[in-house]
């Protein structure tokens, strides 16, 4: 399954967790991140993020999971930790960062991705550079 994703708009992230709750026999998803939008309609998807019951149930079958043109929001870091708490079988996550971020800012996401409690050890984190061309 693609998706393109505004990591800020509420409807769209609550979208994306409704579509993988409904297909319970997706193994990969790949979703392009648009520009985040920000102020207020980002603080409401980072609260629905962070609200506990915001994710119920296991996502049985992701194996794999690739974000594209990922800057590192709040909101984004977030739904990838969700992914990464619910997917028990996720074995490969691939995360190709805007090309805006700098090399600091792609070491401390992926600090922050790495020392979650809810990465499971057998999953393959790979950070790349993005390149349209591919």
């Not at 399954?1 to 992230?13: N, S």
């Not at 794999?64 to 590192?72: A, I, S």
């Not at 809810?118 to 790979?126: C, F, G």
Request: with cysteine; hydrophobic share 40%; glycine share 4%.
């Amino acid at each position: 399954m693609k998706l393109d994703v505004e990591f800020g708009d509420l409807a769209q992230v609550s979208g994306v967790f409704s579509l993988i709750r409904s297909s319970p026999n997706l193994r990969t998803i790949e979703i392009y991140v648009f520009q985040t939008m920000s102020g207020r309609s980002m603080d409401e998807v980072t609260r629905y993020l962070a609200d506990p019951y915001c994710v119920e149930q296991q996502f049985e079958k992701l194996e794999n999971v690739k974000l594209t043109w990922f800057e590192g929001t709040p909101s984004e870091l977030i739904f990838l930790k969700l992914i990464l708490a619910h997917s028990p079988v996720l074995s490969r996550v691939i995360v190709l960062p805007s090309n805006e971020l700098n090399e600091g800012e792609i070491l401390n996401f992926y600090e922050q991705l790495t020392m979650s409690l809810s990465v499971s050890p057998r999953v393959q984190l790979t950070l790349a550079q993005y390149d349209p061309v591919v």
